[in-house]
């Protein structure tokens, strides 16, 4: 295969959505074709390079600020980045685009309703009850991608029929390997 393309993988969408899950499926599918991809988590980001940073529109901003400079360095040397960010500016999202190579934004679509009755991190009980300042979707903006290159509806998709539809548009691209190409060679 001719040298890998680097990418942006930028999944957006309110806590709870689904972003993680399908983050993790994408990144085990792509290791297994020998894509090199590198996922950045928020969760996992917060806790180590922003983890000074609290959820004020200023502190969300530069959140994903240092996130895309790391993005930018690894996606234009050939990397596939797997982001998952709630990211809910779009203005910000745009950012990124301009920045990184190969921007793909996948918005993860779940109504409120849904992430608050899946409750991941035992937030959106608090969040409702008025507890948590700067929820996103609750007592904080979420704006939804105005064109985003890929919408998956968790409510009606399984994590891997999400995953799925992220990897057919990765090979339409032509950013990835598809799997008879692999066959092929071997
Ligand atoms: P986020 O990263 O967006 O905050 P997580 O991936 O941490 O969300 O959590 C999403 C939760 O929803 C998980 O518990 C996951 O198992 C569940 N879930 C149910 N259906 C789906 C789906 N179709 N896609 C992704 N996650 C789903």
Known sequence: MSEQQGFTLWLT???GAGKT???KLVEAE???RGVKVERLDGDIVRQSLTRDLGFSKEDRD???ERVTFVA???SRNGIGVIASFISPYQKTRDMVRRETTNFIEVFVH???EACAERDVKGLSAKAFAGEIENFTGVSDPYEEPVNPELVLYTERETP???AERVIAYLE???FIPTTEKVARSS
């Open 13 to 15: 969408g309110l806590s």
């Open 21 to 23: 899950t399908i983050a």
């Open 30 to 32: 792509l290791k297994r």
């Open 62 to 64: 530069k959140n994903i």
């Open 72 to 74: 930018k360095l690894l």
């Open 110 to 112: 779940a109504s409120l």
């Open 160 to 162: 891997e029929e999400s």
């Open 172 to 174: 339409e691209r032509g």
